[in-house]
C-alpha cells in the first residue's frame, strides 16, 4: 500500500436551499485518501455520506451550493476547475462511482452494451470495437457469464445483483484511479452483497485502485476497509484504521452505534444498546456538539462549544470535548433480561399453516403472455405460544405472502392456515383482528398520512366498536405510552414523525386490540442501527410484558441470532430449513442456510470478506427450477437434486429440513469454507469468545 | 404482440359498436330527419313521403340491424342529406381534416417540444416562466376566441391570410395555428415535467458520472426517456384533431369532418353520424395503438417485458 | 398503566423528552400548504381574482347596473361608453336586443360559475367512484371500466357533448350533466392510478387486517389520501367545464337564449363582429380572466400540495 | 369581379344536388332559375304566373289545361325541347318511384299527361286545383326525356334549358356557371349579361361578410339588417332593401293537442298573448328594412289576404287583463319552441316575460323542432313560412290550417273545410271570399300571432347591378356590370 496521497479534502460543505431554510447537508468534511486505499465512510442515513461523494464529482442536485478549501485529486484541485472540465476529464476516466439503486441507476432503454462502451467512446480516441471487447473482457471480471451475448441485453433484463456487476464494471471502464461505491450492496441480498463486496476487493487489488466505500453497515466496513471516517450530522467525527475504531472507539457516537448492532460484543444481552433520539435537523446552525443532544456523557460545554480535533496517533483523529460519563444522563446498563424461551419448548401451537401454495399469474411486458408464479410453495410452518419464530430469506422468495397469507389477506390456493383451531379465511374479519395483527416494513407507508397519530392508533378500536369514544381515547394514549410515544404526538400526521416514532405508532396500533399474535414483517430493516435497537427492544419488552408471539420475518441473520428462538428459513416458496434458533444457527443442515450464515457480515475488523460459496444469483420466480428449487446455486447438488424435489424429513436434532444432502452439508461445507466462517453470525454462545483478536 | 393488437382491436370493434348503437337509439327518437331531409317549408305530402321511402317509420331495432348488416358488406350507405354515398363524402371531408390536423400538430410539436425541453433544462429561469405563463394563457383562451380575434386582426385589419376557406395553403395558416395552440400547454407541461423526471433520475446521474453534460446527456441519454409519455399524448391529441376539430373548422369556415359530424348531427344524417363515429373510433384505437407500438420500439421493458 | 412500568419498558423515555425540545414537531401538512400558499405569487393572484368574480357572480343582482333581460329596441348595438356614440348608463354599450351588456358580462359570471362547478363536481363523482372501484377492485370490474374510458375519448367529445345536447335539449342543467358526464376520464384515469399506488401501501393491507370492509377501506383510508389530486383537477376541470359551455354555447349548443353566457353572447356578437368588436371582445376577455385565474389557482393548489419527500 | 366576367355569389347553405327537382331549398331555387326554364314563370314585377317554355296555355276546362310550347328551345346538350321532353318530366315526377322532392304535391292534383302533337301538351287534373301554374312555375324544371333513365342520372352533368349552364359541381363547396349561349331569344329571361358565375358556398356570415369586403365575393343574399347596415357604410359595398314574401308567427296549441289542459286552448289567453307581443317594434328594429307588422296568417301582398276580423294591438295592460279574466293573475309557464332568427325569438320571449307570463325558450335545430311539433307536442312555436315564393293566400293560411297538416294546431274543422274549399275553387272572387272567411275566423280565435313580414337585404359590389326582386328571390340572369 503506498502512502503517497490521492485524495486531499479540506473543509467541504453543501447546503441545500430549502422553502423555509438552509440544509446544510455537509458542514466542513476534511478527509484524505491514500492510493491504493479503501476508505469506508460510516453514518446514519441522512449523515450526508452521499452528499460527500457527489460534492467531490460536482454531481450534486441543481439547487445544492458547494463550497470547498481544497479538493485536491491527483495534484489538481478539482473545486476549481470548469464543469466542462470536470465532466471530460475526470467523471468516468479517473474517478468512477457506484450507486446505491442498481435497479434504477442504469438506463432502461439502452443496451447495457451501449451503455458500457460509450463510457469509453464518450472520452475520445477508443474505437468502438476497442471499447466492446474491454467491455466483453470487465463483465467476464466481474463475474458475469456469457458476456459476448449480455451486451445486447436491456437492464430490466438482468437481476439486481447483475446490475450492480454492470455497474461496477462501467465505472472501471475506463481504469479510474479513484472508485467511490456509495452503499454499492445495501439494496442486495446478503448472498449477493458477499459476493459483490468480494468482487470489488478483488478488483481494486488487481487493478491498484483507491475506493471510497459509502455504507451504514458496519458489518460492510469492518471487513471491506482499510480506514474508516465516521460520519454524524454532515460531518466526520472520527476516523481511523478499520481496526482502531471498532476496537478501541472513541466517539461516543461510534461507541453508540457499535452497541447497537446485534451480535457486537454484548450480543448475550436481551437488550441492545442504543443511542436516544434522531438526527438532528440539519438546517441552520447547530451550536456546540451536534451529537450532545442525544450524547450520554454531554456537559454544558458540549451544547455551546464545537468540539475539537483530537488526534491519536498519525491518522487517528476524532471530534469530541470527552467530557467524563455525566452521572444520571448515563443510560443504564441494562441487566440481561432472563430468557424465558426456553422454557417455552413444546407449548402449544397457536398457529399451524399447512401445505399453502399461492400462484400468482403476471404479465410481463405489454405484449407477454400471462405466466404463472409460484410464490409459495407447499408451505407449512407452526408458531407455538409465546415464542418467536424469524422467518428468513432472500427478497422475493415469499415472506411477506406467506405474512398475507397467515393474516387471511391473501387466500392460498391450497392448504390452510389454522388460527386458535379455526381456519383464517372462515374467521370473520374482526374476530381474526383481535387475535393476530401485522407490523410492517415501511413506516412510511404503513401509516396514513392523512390522518392524525391518534386517529392512526384508535382506528381498529372504531372499527371493532370496542367502547365509548372516550374510553378508547383513553386507551390510545395508555397505548402511546406503553410504546413510548410523547402524548403530544396525539394529533400530529405521520409526516411529523421520525422513523422510529412512526414504527412506535404502527406498533401501537397493532396492539390496541390486544392480539395473540404479532406479525413483523421486517418491522426494523428501513430503520437506522441506533433506531432498530430501540425498535427490537421495544418488541422484546413487549412480548414479555403482554405475552405475545411473533412471527418475526427478516433477512438479517444478526436480529435472528438476537430475538428468535426458532427459525424457519425460506427459499423460492419453499421452507428450506426450520428449527431451534440454536440447532439452525450453529449447525445449519441446509446448504442455504449455511451460505446464508457466511454471508452474513458481522463486525469482524481482521477477517475480509468471505468468498462467497454460492454461484448465481436468487432465480427469478417464474423460472423455478426443477427438482429441488436450490440445485443450480448448490455447491453440492447431484443428478437427484436436480430431478427430484427433496422431501422434508426431521432431523435428529428436532429441525426440519428439505434437502437430500442434509447429512452432509457441514462436512463439505467446513471444508469449503476453511473454519473461516463458523462465528459468522452472532450466537450468544458463540459470540464474544471467538470474534475476540 | 399480435394477440396483443388483436386485442386492441376486438376492443375498438366493441367500442364503436356501443357508440353507435347508442346514437342510432338518441337520434331515433329525438328527430326527424324527414323534415330536414325535404326542407323547413316542405309541404306535409312531401315529409310524409320521404318519411316512407327512407323507411323512418320502422321500429329502431330493425333499422339499426339493418345499418349494421350492410356495413358489415363494407356498404357504408347513401347520406341521407347530401344523397351522396358515405364514403365518398368522407373522403372529400377527409382531406381537410388530415391536413388541418397534421399541420396543427407540427405547430404544437414546434412551440411545445422546444418551450419543453428549454423549460426543463433550466427549472425556474425566465425561460421556464415564459413556457410556464404561455400554457396558462394558453390555456385559457376559448379556442374560438382566438380564432375570430385572429381573423379581426390578421384577415381583415391587416389582410395578410384569407377569412376562410380550404382552397390553399394559405387558407390553414390561422386555423392550424389555433387548433395547435390548444394542444400546446399539455404537450409542453408533459414534455417539461417529463424532461424533469428524467433529468432527475438515478441513470442520468450515472450518465454525468461518467462523463456526459450538455446537450450530449440530453440527446443520447434523457431524449429517448422522456419522449415516451409524449409520443402517447401526442397520439391522443392527433386522434382529436382528426375526430374533427370542430370548433376551428366552424370558425374558419373549413369543410372538414368536424363541420361533417355536426351538420350530419342537426340534419339526423344518420349513416353518415354513424360512419364517422366509426371513423373516429377507429382512427383514434389505431392512433393509440400506434403510439403503444412506437413506445414499445423506444422502450425495451414495455418490448420485451 | 403507571410511570414505572413505562420505564421498565422502553429504556428511551429519555430519549423521547431530549427529542421533544430538539425537533419540534414540524408542521402539519394543511399548515406546510397554507405557508407555501402565501408566498405563490401565481395562486395568489388567481385567488385574488377568483374572489373578485365570485363576488360579482353571487352579488350579481345588486352589482349589474340594469336587469340583464331587459329589452330596449331602441337602445340597441350602443356602442361602449368610451366609443362614440356610447352613454354612460351603459358602460360596456347594448346588444342585439338593447340589453345592457355590463349586467349580461356580470350575471355571465354566474352562468360560468354555476356550469363549471357543477360540471366538474358531476365528473368528479362519476370519475372518481369509477376511479376507486377500478383501481382498488382490479379484475373485471377494471377491465369494465377501461371500456367506458375508450368509448369516451374515441369518441371527440365536443361531437359527443353536442349530440347529447341536441337531443335532449338545451337548458342549463342538461349543459351541467352532459358536460359533466362526459369530463370524467381525467379524475378517473388520476384515482385509478393513484388507488392502485394505494392499495398497495401498508396501511391498506394493515387496515383490512383491522378488519375493515372493502368499502371502508375505499372510503377512509383511500380517499382521503386522492383529496389533494382531487382538489387540482376540480379546479382545472372547472376551467375546462367554463370553456366547454362557452364552446357550446357558442355553437348554438349550450345554454339557452335568454341566458346570459359568455359563449352565447360572442357567439351573438359575431354576425357583428367586424363593426361592434366589443360585443365579441368583451365576453371573450371576461372568459380568459375567469379561466386563467381558476388555472393559476389550480397549478398553485398543485404546487403548495404535492408532497415532495425525498425517497 | 368584372374583370373576367364572373359574378361570385355566397351561399349559406351548400347544395346537396343541382337538380331541382330533387331539392327545395332556397339556394336551388335560385339556382334552378338560371339553369332551368319550367312551363312558366313568376314574373319578377307583377309577381303573376306567365308562360316561359310555353308559347301559350289554354284552361280547356276546370281539369284540363293545354299547351303549346315555343319552337326554338334547345338543352344544353344542344338538343331541342319536344312534347315529348315535357310529358317525360311530368311522368317521370308523376311515377312512385322517382322520389322526386315534389312528387307529392303534384301528385296530389295532376292526374295524367299526354303529347297532342310535337309541340302540344295536355294536363289532366284529379280536381279543379288554381296552382297549377304556379307548381310548374316553381318546382318543374323540364328535363330531357330518358334523362334518369340509368342510376337516376344523378353522374351526368345537368342538362337544363336555362339560360346558363353547370360547368361544374363540387358538393358543399362550389358551383361553376356558364352562359348558355344558345339559350332561346324570344324568351322572357334572355338577354344575360354576365358570362360566369360561380356559387361559393360558406356558411358562416362572418366570413361572407369579410369575402365581400376583400373581393373574394360579389354578393351575399338573406343578409342580417344589422349587418347590412353596418357594411354598407363601408366603402366598397352596395345595399339592396327587397321584400320577402315570408311571414313570421307564433302558432298556439288552441287544440290542446301537448295537455288538453294547456292554457293555451283559452281564448282569453290566445288573445292576451296576441296582445303582448310589440310586433311593431320587433318589425321595426329586428326584421327592418320593408318588414311591417301583418295582423293576419298571410302576406299582404298574396292573393286573397284581405280580411277584416278583429286586430290585436300591442296592449300589455290588457294583455294582463284578459290573463287575469282566464284565470291566470299571475300568469303560467311554457315552452316556446324556435328554431330561426334567435334574437327575435328572444324578444319575443322578453315581451311575453312583460306580461307576467315565464316563458322557457326551446331554441332547436330544424329537424328537433319538427319532430316535436308533428308529434304535437309543443304548446307554442315561433315559425315562419316562405310560401315557396308563391303570392297566393293558399300557400300559407291553406297550408296551416288544412285538416291533415301537422302544422295545424288549431283543432278547427270548419276552418279546414273553408280552406280546403278555397283550394280546389279556381273563381278569384270565390276564393277571395273564402279565404277571407277563414282569415277572420283565425283572427277571432286568435290561433295564430301574426308577427310580421319580413324583409330582404343583399350586399354587393358597386360593379354590379341586380334589379331588386318583389318576392326575396333574386333573378340572376338579370343581373349586370355597371359600366
Ligand atoms: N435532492 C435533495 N434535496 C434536498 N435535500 C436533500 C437532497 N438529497 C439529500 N438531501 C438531504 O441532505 C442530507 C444528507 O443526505 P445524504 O443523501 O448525503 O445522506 P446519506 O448519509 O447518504 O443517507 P442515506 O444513508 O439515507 O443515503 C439529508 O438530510 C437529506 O435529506
Ligand atoms: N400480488 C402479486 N402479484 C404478482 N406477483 C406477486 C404478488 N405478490 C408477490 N408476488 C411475487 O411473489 C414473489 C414473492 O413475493 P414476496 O413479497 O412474498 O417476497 P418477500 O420474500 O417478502 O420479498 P422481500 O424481502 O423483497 O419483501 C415475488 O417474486 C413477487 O414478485
Ligand atoms: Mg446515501
Ligand atoms: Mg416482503
Known amino acids: 500500500m503506498s502512502t503517497e496521497s490521492l485524495l486531499e479534502i479540506r473543509d467541504l460543505s453543501v447546503a441545500i436551499p430549502t422553502e423555509t431554510s438552509t440544509l446544510r447537508a455537509v458542514r466542513g468534511v476534511d478527509l484524505e485518501l491514500r492510493r491504493g486505499e479503501t476508505l469506508g465512510i460510516v453514518g446514519e442515513s441522512g449523515s450526508g455520506k452521499s452528499m460527500t461523494a457527489l460534492a467531490l464529482m460536482n454531481l450534486l442536485p441543481p439547487?445544492?451550493?458547494?463550497?470547498?478549501?481544497?479538493?485536491?485529486?491527483?495534484?489538481?484541485?478539482?473545486?476549481?476547475?470548469?464543469?466542462?472540465?470536470?465532466?471530460?476529464?475526470?467523471?468516468?476516466?479517473?474517478?468512477?462511482?457506484?450507486?446505491?439503486?442498481?435497479?434504477?441507476?442504469l438506463n432502461p432503454v439502452y443496451s447495457i452494451g451501449r451503455q458500457l462502451t460509450e463510457t469509453m467512446t464518450l472520452h475520445g480516441d477508443v474505437s468502438v470495437a476497442q471499447a466492446r471487447r474491454r467491455a466483453i473482457e470487465l463483465l467476464e471480471k466481474v463475474g458475469l457469464p456469457d458476456p459476448g451475448s449480455r451486451l445486447k441485453q436491456y437492464p430490466h433484463e438482468l437481476s439486481g445483483g447483475q446490475r450492480q456487476r454492470v455497474m461496477i464494471a462501467?465505472?472501471?471502464?475506463?481504469?479510474?484511479?479513484?472508485?467511490?461505491?456509495?452503499?454499492?450492496?445495501?439494496?442486495?441480498?446478503?448472498?449477493i452483497q458477499a459476493q459483490i463486496l468480494h468482487l470489488l476487493h478483488g478488483l481494486q487489488t488487481e487493478l491498484g485502485m483507491s475506493m471510497i466505500l459509502i455504507t451504514h453497515d458496519l458489518g460492510v466496513v469492518s471487513r471491506a476497509a482499510d480506514r474508516i471516517a465516521v460520519m454524524y450530522a454532515g460531518d466526520i467525527v472520527e476516523t481511523g484504521t478499520t481496526g482502531q475504531v471498532l476496537e478501541d472507539p472513541r466517539h461516543p457516537y461510534t461507541r453508540g452505534l457499535l452497541e447497537c448492532v446485534p451480535g457486537y460484543r454484548e450480543a448475550s444481552a436481551r437488550r441492545l444498546g442504543s443511542i436516544p433520539g434522531v438526527v438532528p435537523s440539519m438546517t441552520g446552525e447547530i451550536r456546540g456538539c451536534a451529537f450532545a443532544a442525544r450524547c450520554s456523557r454531554a456537559v454544558e460545554t458540549c451544547f455551546?462549544?464545537?468540539?475539537?480535533?483530537?488526534?491519536?496517533?498519525?491518522?487517528?483523529?476524532?471530534?469530541?470535548?470527552?467530557?467524563?460519563?455525566?452521572p444520571g444522563r448515563l443510560s443504564p446498563a441494562e441487566p440481561p433480561v432472563a430468557r424465558a424461551a426456553a422454557t417455552r419448548q413444546d407449548q402449544d401451537c397457536v398457529l399451524k399453516v399447512e401445505g399453502v401454495s399461492r400462484s400468482f399469474s403476471v404479465r410481463r411486458g405489454m405484449f407477454g403472455k400471462r405466466k404463472s408464479l409460484k410464490a409459495l410453495d407447499n408451505v407449512s410452518l407452526e408458531i407455538r405460544k409465546g415464542e418467536v419464530l424469524a422467518l428468513v430469506g432472500e427478497s422475493g422468495c415469499g415472506k411477506s405472502t406467506l405474512t398475507r397469507t397467515i393474516l387471511g389477506l391473501d387466500i392460498p390456493d391450497s392448504g390452510s392456515v389454522t388460527l386458535a383451531g379455526r381456519p383464517v379465511g372462515e374467521l370473520p374479519p374482526r374476530q381474526r383482528a383481535r387475535m393476530i395483527q401485522p407490523i410492517f416494513q415501511d413506516p412510511y407507508s404503513s401509516l396514513n398520512p392523512r390522518k392524525t397519530i391518534g386517529d392512526i392508533i384508535g382506528r381498529p378500536l372504531q372499527v371493532n366498536q370496542v367502547g365509548a369514544r372516550g374510553e378508547q381515547q383513553a386507551r390510545v394514549r395508555r397505548m402511546m405510552e406503553l410504546v413510548g410515544l410523547p402524548t403530544r404526538v396525539f394529533n400530529s400526521f405521520p409526516d411529523q414523525l421520525s422513523g422510529g416514532q412512526r414504527q412506535r405508532v404502527a406498533i401501537a396500533r397493532a396492539l390496541i386490540l390486544d392480539p395473540e399474535i404479532v406479525i413483523c414483517d421486517e418491522p426494523t430493516s428501513a430503520l437506522d442501527v441506533s433506531v432498530q435497537a430501540q425498535i427490537l427492544n421495544l418488541l422484546l419488552d413487549l412480548r414479555d410484558e403482554l405475552d405475545l408471539t411473533y412471527l418475526f420475518v427478516t433477512h438479517d441473520l444478526s436480529v435472528v441470532g438476537h430475538l428468535a428462538d426458532r427459525v424457519a428459513v425460506m427459499y423460492l416458496g419453499e421452507i428450506a430449513e426450520c428449527g431451534d434458533r440454536d440447532q439452525v444457527l450453529a449447525h445449519p443442515k441446509h446448504p442455504y442456510t449455511r451460505a446464508l450464515l457466511d454471508s452474513a457480515l458481522t463486525i469482524a475488523p481482521e477477517l475480509d470478506v468471505p468468498e462467497p460459496h454460492l454461484t448465481g444469483d436468487f432465480p427469478n420466480p417464474m423460472n423455478r427450477p426443477g427438482g429441488c428449487p436450490f440445485h443450480p446455486r448448490c455447491p453440492l447438488a447431484d443428478a437427484r437434486c436436480r430431478s427430484r424435489v427433496p422431501e422434508r424429513e426431521r432431523s435428529t436434532d428436532g429441525t426440519l429440513v428439505k434437502c437430500w444432502k442434509a447429512g452432509d452439508a457441514g462436512g463439505v461445507f467446513s471444508q469449503l469454507a476453511k473454519g473461516q466462517a463458523l462465528d459468522a453470525v452472532p450466537t450468544p454462545e458463540n459470540n464474544k469468545e471467538e470474534s475476540a483478536p | 404482440m399480435i394477440s396483443y393488437v388483436l386485442r386492441r382491436t376486438l376492443m375498438a370493434l366493441l367500442v364503436a359498436l356501443t357508440v353507435s348503437f347508442g346514437t342510432f337509439g338518441l337520434f331515433y327518437f329525438a328527430t326527424d330527419p324527414a323534415q330536414t331531409i325535404a326542407g323547413e317549408d316542405a309541404p306535409q305530402e312531401m315529409v310524409d313521403a320521404i318519411r316512407e321511402q327512407y323507411g323512418f317509420d320502422r321500429p329502431v331495432s330493425a333499422q339499426y340491424v339493418d345499418w349494421l348488416g350492410s356495413v358489415l358488406q363494407g356498404d357504408f350507405g347513401q347520406s341521407y342529406f347530401w344523397k351522396q354515398p358515405v364514403v365518398e363524402l368522407i373522403q372529400e371531408h377527409a382531406k381537410v381534416t388530415i391536413m388541418l390536423a397534421l399541420s396543427a400538430l407540427l405547430i404544437t410539436v414546434v412551440i411545445a417540444l422546444p418551450l419543453g425541453i428549454s423549460a426543463a433544462l433550466r427549472p425556474n429561469s425566465w425561460v421556464d416562466r415564459f413556457a410556464l405563463s404561455t400554457a396558462v394563457s394558453a390555456q385559457a383562451i376559448p379556442n374560438f376566441w382566438l380564432g375570430l380575434m385572429l381573423i379581426i386582426l390578421f384577415a381583415v385589419t391587416f389582410p395578410i391570410f384569407p377569412v376562410s376557406g380550404d382552397s390553399s395553403w394559405r387558407n390553414y395558416v390561422l386555423p392550424a395555428f389555433v387548433l395547435g395552440a390548444s394542444s400546446v400547454p399539455a404537450v409542453m407541461r408533459l414534455t417539461r415535467t417529463g424532461l424533469l423526471d428524467v433529468m432527475g433520475s438515478d441513470y442520468i446521474r450515472t450518465a454525468r458520472a461518467k462523463g456526459f453534460t450538455g446537450y450530449r446527456l440530453i440527446l443520447r441519454q434523457a431524449l429517448r426517456n422522456a419522449l415516451l409519455p409524449i409520443v402517447s399524448v401526442l397520439a391522443v391529441q392527433l386522434g382529436h384533431k382528426l375526430g374533427g376539430s370542430i370548433v376551428t373548422e366552424s370558425v374558419f369556415s373549413m369543410n372538414g369532418l368536424g363541420r361533417l359530424a355536426v351538420e350530419s348531427i342537426f340534419n339526423s344524417d344518420i349513416p353518415t353520424v354513424q360512419s364517422l363515429i366509426l371513423l373516429f373510433v377507429l382512427t383514434f384505437v389505431l392512433l393509440t395503438l400506434a403510439a403503444d407500438l412506437i413506445n414499445a420500439w423506444l422502450d425495451p421493458r414495455i418490448r420485451m417485458g | 398503566m403507571n410511570m414505572t412500568t413505562t420505564k421498565s419498558l422502553d429504556g428511551n423515555e429519555l430519549a423521547l423528552e431530549v427529542e421533544g425540545e430538539r425537533t419540534h414537531l414540524g408542521l402539519t401538512p394543511g399548515q406546510v400548504a397554507i405557508r407555501r400558499a402565501r408566498r405563490h405569487t401565481g395562486l395568489l393572484v388567481g385567488f385574488g381574482i377568483l374572489l373578485m368574480m365570485a363576488l360579482f357572480a353571487v352579488l350579481a343582482p345588486w352589482l349589474a347596473p340594469h336587469d340583464p333581460y331587459l329589452q330596449n329596441l331602441p337602445l340597441r348595438l350602443l356602442p361602449p361608453a368610451w366609443v362614440d356614440g356610447g352613454q354612460w348608463s351603459h358602460l360596456f354599450g347594448t346588444d342585439h336586443l338593447g340589453r345592457d351588456y355590463l349586467s349580461r358580462i356580470i350575471y355571465g359570471a354566474r352562468i360560468s360559475m354555476m356550469i363549471g362547478i357543477g360540471a366538474a363536481t358531476i365528473g368528479a363523482i362519476i370519475g372518481v367512484t369509477l376511479g376507486v372501484i377500478a383501481g382498488y377492485l382490479g379484475g373485471w370490474v377494471d377491465q369494465a371500466v377501461n371500456f367506458l374510458v375508450t368509448c369516451q375519448l374515441a369518441v371527440p367529445s365536443l361531437l359527443l357533448i353536442m349530440a347529447l345536447v341536441f337531443v335532449i335539449g338545451q337548458s342549463v342543467t342538461v349543459v351541467i350533466f352532459v358536460i359533466g358526464a362526459t369530463h370524467w376520464v381525467f379524475y378517473l384515469v388520476v384515482t385509478r392510478s393513484a388507488t392502485l399506488r394505494i392499495r398497495e401501501l401498508d396501511f391498506v393491507a394493515a387496515a383490512s387486517a383491522m378488519g375493515c370492509s372493502r368499502l371502508q377501506i375505499a372510503v377512509k383510508e383511500i380517499l382521503p389520501n386522492l383529496v389533494n389530486q382531487i382538489l387540482v383537477i376540480f379546479t382545472l376541470e372547472v376551467a375546462v367545464a367554463i370553456l366547454n359551455e362557452a364552446t357550446l354555447s357558442f355553437l348554438g349548443l349550450g345554454v339557452p337564449s335568454p341566458t346570459p353566457s359568455w359563449g352565447l353572447m360572442i357567439a351573438e356578437g359575431k354576425t357583428a363582429m367586424f363593426f361592434q368588436p366589443w360585443l365579441v371582445i368583451l365576453p371573450g376577455i371576461?372568459?380568459?380572466?375567469?379561466?386563467?385565474?381558476?388555472?393559476?389557482?389550480?397549478?398553485?393548489?398543485?404546487?403548495?400540495?404535492?408532497?415532495?419527500?425525498?425517497? | 369581379g368584372p374583370s373576367d366576367d364572373t359574378l361570385v355569389v355566397a351561399f349559406s347553405k351548400a347544395l346537396t344536388t343541382v337538380d331541382r327537382l330533387y331539392s327545395i331549398q332556397r339556394e336551388g331555387l335560385i339556382l334552378s332559375r338560371l339553369t332551368d326554364d319550367g312551363l312558366f314563370f313568376v314574373d319578377p314585377e307583377t309577381l303573376e304566373f306567365e308562360p316561359l317554355a310555353a308559347a301559350s296555355y289554354q284552361w280547356v276546362s276546370d281539369t284540363r289545361l293545354d299547351i303549346t310550347l315555343r319552337d326554338n328551345i334547345h338543352f344544353h346538350d344542344g338538343s331541342r325541347l319536344t312534347a315529348e321532353d315535357v310529358v317525360y318530366t311530368f311522368r317521370w315526377v308523376l311515377s312512385k318511384d322517382s322520389d322526386t322532392s315534389r312528387g307529392a304535391v303534384i301528385r296530389g292534383w295532376l292526374d295524367s299527361v299526354e303529347k297532342l302533337g310535337p309541340l302540344r301538351v295536355r294536363f289532366n287534373l284529379k280536381m279543379p286545383y288554381p296552382m297549377a301554374l304556379r307548381d310548374m312555375a316553381i318546382s318543374i324544371p323540364l328535363r330531357k326525356s330518358g334523362t334518369y333513365d340509368d342510376a337516376r342520372g344523378g353522374d351526368q352533368p345537368l342538362n337544363g334549358i336555362g339560360p346558363y349552364r353547370v360547368k361544374q359541381f363540387d358538393v358543399g363547396r362550389r358551383i361553376v356557371l356558364e352562359r348558355f349561349e344558345d339559350y332561346y331569344t324570344d324568351s322572357p329571361k334572355a338577354g344575360a349579361r354576365i358570362k360566369n358565375m360561380v356559387f361559393r358556398v360558406i356558411p358562416d356570415e362572418g366570413t361572407q361578410q369579410a369575402e365581400l369586403l376583400s373581393g373574394g365575393i360579389d354578393l351575399m343574399m338573406d343578409v342580417p339588417p344589422d349587418v347590412a347596415d353596418n357594411i354598407s357604410a363601408l366603402p366598397g359595398v352596395e345595399r339592396l332593401r327587397g321584400n320577402d314574401i315570408r311571414i313570421g308567427y307564433l302558432t298556439l296549441d288552441a287544440a290542446g293537442y301537448s295537455n288538453p289542459d294547456s292554457p293555451m286552448t283559452r281564448l282569453k289567453v290566445r288573445q292576451a298573448i296576441n296582445h303582448a307581443i310589440n310586433r311593431e317594434a320587433i318589425a321595426r328594429y329586428l326584421v327592418r328594412g320593408s318588414a311591417r307588422a301583418i295582423p293576419y296568417a298571410c302576406h299582404p301582398r298574396q292573393f286573397g289576404c284581405q280580411a277584416d276580423g278583429p286586430r290585436y294591438s300591442y296592449d300589455p295592460e290588457k294583455a294582463r287583463r284578459l290573463l287575469a279574466e282566464a284565470g291566470y293573475p299571475r300568469g303560467f309557464s311554457f315552452k316556446l319552441w324556435a328554431y330561426r332568427e334567435k334574437i327575435i325569438a328572444e324578444a319575443i320571449v322578453s315581451d311575453l316575460k312583460a306580461v307576467g307570463l315565464d316563458v322557457d325558450l326551446r331554441y332547436v335545430k330544424l329537424n328537433v323542432f319538427s319532430k316535436m311539433r308533428n308529434d304535437q307536442r309543443m304548446e307554442a312555436f315561433f315559425a315562419s313560412y316562405g310560401s315557396g315564393g308563391t303570392p297566393d293566400a293558399s300557400a300559407s293560411t291553406g297550408v296551416h290550417f288544412a285538416a291533415n297538416s301537422n302544422r295545424n294546431y288549431s283543432g278547427d274543422q270548419a276552418l279546414a273545410d273553408t280552406v280546403l274549399a278555397a283550394e280546389h275553387t279556381i273563381d278569384p272572387d270565390q276564393r277571395r271570399r273564402l279565404y277571407r272567411k277563414a282569415l277572420n275566423r283565425i283572427a277571432a280565435q286568435a290561433y295564430w300571432v301574426p308577427l310580421f313580414s319580413y324583409s330582404q337585404n343583399y350586399l354587393l359590389t358597386p360593379a354590379l347591378s341586380l334589379p331588386v326582386p318583389e318576392d326575396g328571390v333574386p333573378r340572376l340572369w338579370q343581373a349586370a356590370w355597371r359600366q
Not at chain 1, 67 to 85: I, Y
Not at chain 1, 175 to 191: G, K, M, N, R, S
Not at chain 1, 305 to 323: F, I, K, N, W
Open chain 1, 63 to 105: 439547487a445544492a451550493r458547494r463550497s470547498a478549501a481544497c479538493v485536491n485529486f491527483a495534484g489538481a484541485d478539482l473545486s476549481a476547475v470548469s464543469e466542462k472540465e470536470l465532466a471530460g476529464q475526470v467523471r468516468g476516466r479517473k474517478i468512477g462511482m457506484i450507486f446505491q439503486e442498481p435497479m434504477t441507476s
Open chain 1, 170 to 191: 462501467m465505472a472501471l471502464m475506463n481504469e479510474p484511479e479513484l472508485l467511490i461505491a456509495d452503499e454499492p450492496t445495501t439494496a442486495l441480498d446478503v448472498t
Open chain 1, 304 to 326: 455551546t462549544e464545537s468540539p475539537p480535533v483530537r488526534a491519536l496517533g498519525s491518522a487517528r483523529t476524532y471530534v469530541c470535548h470527552d467530557p467524563e460519563e455525566t
Open chain 3, 286 to 311: 371576461a372568459l380568459f380572466v375567469l379561466v386563467i385565474a381558476i388555472n393559476l389557482l389550480g397549478d398553485g393548489v398543485r404546487d403548495v400540495t404535492v408532497t415532495n419527500r425525498r425517497s
